[in-house]
């Protein structure tokens, strides 16, 4: 029940998976991610929603960008109290979601410092 996989883990790096549409969970148990990035997946529907009994508390970037499909952020990813970025550009579905002052769900980012969006 307990997977180890990669326990030392710091940044992972998605690139050009067209055909990816959501990460294995066991990917997000590991308690040393520091930065995520997931790019140009324009498959991808979701991310794994994290248990109440998995977090990451050294997760200080998250960048999810031109993921078209992909239309929210787990809850338990946002609410990481490390995270300092976030990166959505590319990503329609979810600057629309989480935009600034008027996307449905502002509130859940609003306290991270560094929000990145497409220009």
């Given at each position: 029940e307990n997977i180890s996989i990669m326990p030392c883990l710091s940044v992972l790096r998605v690139y050009l998976c067209p055909k990816l549409k959501v990460l294995?969970?066991?990917?997000?148990?590991?308690?040393?991610?520091?930065?995520?990035?997931?790019?140009?997946?324009?498959s991808m529907e979701e991310l794994p929603i994290l248990e109440d009994h998995i977090f990451l508390p050294r997760l200080s970037s998250l960048r999810i960008e031109y993921c078209p499909k992909l239309k929210l952020l787990p809850d338990s990813?946002?609410?990481?109290?490390?995270?300092?970025?976030?990166?959505?550009?590319?990503?329609?579905?979810?600057?629309?979601?989480?935009?600034?002052?008027?996307?449905?769900?502002?509130?859940?980012?609003?306290?991270?410092?560094?929000?990145?969006?497409?220009?």
């Open positions: 294995p969970d066991y990917l997000l148990q590991t308690t040393t991610l520091q930065k995520l990035r997931i790019l140009q997946c324009p990813l946002l609410q990481i109290t490390t995270l300092k970025e976030l990166g959505m550009e590319g990503s329609p579905l979810l600057e629309k979601r989480y935009e600034e002052g008027k996307g449905e769900d502002w509130r859940k980012i609003s306290h991270i410092p560094h929000i990145m969006r497409s220009a």
